[in-house]
């Protein structure tokens, strides 16, 4: 039932696309390219807002989707909904097992599978949780959870075993997973004792004494997550000091926060991607009421604790994993839907437990029909998920002051094709933050591409001038630069990115065309190289590779580039009609006549690949079909002298001289010059005097 439910409640969120932190985390992390050396898998790149920062086991989740479907979206859901489904019958295990202790049992045990079975369902279908497990990157928070499920029920079965040691092992393993997870998972360790000494030995020191060792390696797994931390950490608190917060105005924020959290635990709605803009705190009076009452919470979950009361662990679950995002260390936003993963859990089995106390038996029907509504709410949230545009559409109706979600709107719109509402939804934003870089930097990059070239300049120097450390921007100038024809400029705006950012894949392959077309090829062969050290599975790196390598003469080389480039877009008719050279020039001809083929046939309108086709016709003896291709590239391109040339030699062999005549006069008149067109029609003409019968 619980697997059931989960894929019905998320049945419909296979197809939503990469958002938001998805782009730094997968579509622009190299190291997740490879799973080996698993080393550099296990070292996600540490750029600011990356998820996967410090959090190795999280990139190389995504390294094994990349290695098993590249960039499918399809693979990575689908890992999401096991991880969450894998947690939901966890917490089932867990919560049936923790009914049946002897401080429950009298009061819970008979009921103990129905109402860890509603427990779990609730949990695992709750709209709240959308955000772990359909917005891909998410999954830090839903793989973290299911480790700290995991090693509290290991602890639990441990706890019940007359030979313990192999549960113990699991559950420190277990628990320093999580912390390669995500720093939320530094909780774990105490929740581990609390559980103990509320349920199983009565006493902290009870607790000690029993299972010293056990707690000693939990206690070891800090280490591992102060290893993690020194970066990450870092490189928060740097960023919250840029963004000119302080701890203490974001710990009195966060009582509303939690609020929130509650509101939403009870009733899913709305359910919102990105709470950026939530207020900080700024006056005693906007706090007060918040503050009073978690405070009022806190204090009765520890009274509860000290007491030893079963529900003070729940409490303290609720409280201690949310401690580490919603207190003192400043984040970006004061409020992610993602941060209630776990707790939801403790609401969810206080509200079975209410229930049940309330009406016995006849409650399962009722927390069953909860469910049943709340997977129902779940699937119409997937719907929001369904495409950038969708989403961040959503979050803008639900907030319409919050400025992120403004910018990244106008960068679905465009990316959606609808440049001039892009434009007007940047310009907006820049009314209210006339400082925001990447928003400077998608309105060049739109005004661009509407034609206004000396606007879109502006911004891309504004973008620059207020962000001077984003790579992204000079690539996006060098671009424009380049399209523009000022050559030298767009590669010092390259050079400029790839001193910010050497693994940038996109600008050492921008970097090699303008070298390629400067007729500087082994230096584009080197930035074409490095591009594909950075992003292996790079079709157009490939392409441009193979086509400098066949350029170069190297052959054999050219064809492995080509044919990787048409492996990984084998619609490109590019890619096909360039192997289809590189067959042709390698001798394998009736390999490079299939390959031409398909170049044609994805672009008939291409009049080079009619014409190369030709050549391999002729190199093979297909005159006919030599004769027929020539000819659409000459309906295409009828300027071309070659072609009249190449068709001249081939009207000569099918014994059509007058019309052969015709063809190299064409390519003289078109190229005066043209020496073998010349020769060509000088032998025809020899030829014709001597088949003249004499007198």
């Known amino acids: 039932m619980i697997v059931f439910a989960a894929v019905a409640a998320y049945h419909n969120s296979f197809t939503g696309p990469f958002i938001f932190d998805d782009k730094l985390s997968i579509l622009e992390n190299p190291t997740i390219r490879h799973l080996w050396p698993v080393w550099e898998t296990l070292s996600p790149p540490h750029r600011g807002g990356a998820t996967v920062e410090g959090r190795p086991l999280i990139n190389l989740s995504l390294a094994i989707n990349y290695a098993l479907g590249r960039l499918d979206v399809r693979g990575y859901h689908a890992l999401n909904l096991i991880v969450h489904t894998l947690a939901g019958l966890t917490l089932f295990g867990v919560v049936r097992r923790t009914?049946?202790?002897?401080?429950?049992?009298?009061?819970?045990?008979?009921?103990?599978?129905?109402?860890?079975?509603?427990?779990?369902?609730?949990?695992?279908?709750?709209?709240?949780?959308?955000?772990?497990?359909?917005?891909?990157?998410?999954?830090?928070?839903?793989?973290?959870?299911?480790?700290?499920?995991?090693?509290l029920y290991c602890f639990i079965r441990g706890a019940e075993s007359p030979r313990p040691r192999l549960w113990n092992v699991l559950g420190v393993a277990a628990c320093a997973l999580g912390m390669a997870s995500k720093e939320a998972m530094v909780s774990a360790p105490l929740m581990v004792l609390l559980y103990?000494?509320?349920?199983?030995?009565?006493?902290?020191?009870?607790?000690?004494?029993?299972?010293?060792?056990?707690?000693?390696?939990?206690?070891?797994?800090?280490?591992?997550?102060?290893?993690?931390?020194?970066?990450?950490?870092?490189?928060?608190?740097?960023?919250?000091?840029?963004?000119?917060?302080?701890?203490?105005?974001?710990?009195?924020?966060?009582?509303?926060?939690?609020?929130?959290y509650l509101r939403l635990s009870l009733w899913p709605h709305p359910l919102i991607l990105d709470y950026s803009g939530w207020p900080m705190a700024m006056t005693w009076t906007s706090v007060l009421l918040p503050t009073l009452v978690v405070v009022a919470l806190l204090g009765a979950t520890v009274w509860a604790c000290k007491k030893n009361l079963a529900w003070g662990f729940l409490g303290a679950w609720f409280f201690c994993i949310l401690a580490p995002s919603s207190s003192v260390v400043p984040t970006d936003c004061p409020a992610y839907e993602h941060r209630m993963?776990?707790?939801?859990?403790?609401?969810?089995?206080?509200v079975a437990l209410g229930i049940h106390e309330l009406l016995g038996r006849r409650g399962l029907a009722v927390l069953l029909a909860a469910a049943l509504g709340l997977g129902f709410l779940t699937v119409q949230r997937n719907e929001d998920y369904r495409s950038e545009l969708a989403i961040w559409s959503d979050t803008v109706a639900r907030r319409p002051n919050n400025v992120r979600a403004q910018a990244n709107l106008g960068l679905a719109l465009a990316?959606?094709?609808?440049?001039?509402?892009?434009?007007?939804?940047?310009?907006?934003?820049?009314?209210?933050?006339?400082?925001?870089?990447?928003?400077?930097?998608?309105?060049?990059?739109?005004?661009?591409?509407?034609?206004?070239?000396?606007?879109?300049?502006?911004?891309?120097?504004?973008?620059?001038?207020?962000n001077p450390d984003d790579p992204v921007s000079y690539y996006d100038l060098g671009n424009a630069l380049s399209k523009l024809g000022q050559v030298k400029e767009a590669i010092d705006r390259y050079n400029q990115a790839l001193d910010l950012r050497p693994d940038y894949a996109d600008a050492h392959n921008n970097l090699g065309l303008l070298l390629a077309a400067a007729n500087e090829m082994p230096e584009a062969i080197e930035h074409y190289k490095l591009a594909l050290r950075f992003k292996p599975e790079y079709p157009d790196a490939h392409y441009n590779l193979g086509t400098a390598l066949l350029q170069a003469g190297s052959v054999p080389e050219a064809l492995v580039q080509l044919q990787q480039a048409v492996r990984l877009n084998p619609d490109d008719p590019n890619g096909r009609c360039n192997w289809g050279i590189a067959l042709f020039q390698a001798g394998q001809v009736r390999e490079a006549i299939e390959q031409l083929r398909q170049g044609v046939r994805l672009r008939p309108d291409y009049p080079d690949a009619h014409y190369d086709l030709g050549n391999a016709y002729v190199e093979a003896g297909n005159l006919i079909d030599a004769k027929a291709q020539y000819e659409w590239a000459l309906r295409l391109k009828p300027d071309d002298a070659e072609v009249h040339n190449d068709l001249g030699l081939v009207l000569v062999r099918l014994a059509s001289p007058a019309d052969a005549k015709a063809q190299f006069e064409e390519a003289l008149r078109l190229k005066p010059d043209f020496t073998d067109a010349r020769d060509n029609l000088a032998k025809l003409q020899t030829l014709k005097q001597a088949d003249t019968p004499k007198n």
């Not at 709209?127 to 959870?145: D, N």
């Not at 740097?238 to 302080?246: F, N, Y």
């Open 99 to 151: 009914l049946q202790q002897p401080k429950l049992r009298e009061r819970f045990g008979k009921a103990a599978n129905e109402l860890a079975l509603a427990t779990a369902l609730l949990w695992i279908v709750h709209p709240l949780q959308t955000e772990s497990v359909t917005y891909i990157v998410q999954r830090a928070e839903s793989i973290m959870g299911l480790f700290y499920l995991l090693t």
């Open 196 to 260: 103990d000494r509320t349920f199983v030995s009565g006493s902290l020191r009870e607790a000690w004494r029993r299972r010293r060792p056990l707690y000693l390696g939990l206690a070891g797994t800090w280490v591992l997550l102060g290893f993690l931390l020194d970066v990450s950490l870092g490189n928060a608190l740097t960023s919250a000091r840029s963004r000119g917060d302080i701890w203490w105005k974001y710990l009195l924020t966060e009582p509303g926060a939690v609020l929130h």
């Open 341 to 350: 993963y776990l707790s939801l859990a403790a609401v969810v089995v206080l």
């Open 415 to 466: 990316n959606a094709g609808r440049l001039p509402e892009a434009v007007a939804r940047y310009e907006q934003v820049l009314q209210w933050a006339p400082d925001y870089a990447d928003v400077h930097l998608n309105l060049g990059n739109a005004l661009f591409d509407l034609g206004k070239a000396p606007d879109a300049m502006r911004h891309y120097e504004e973008a620059i001038r207020l």
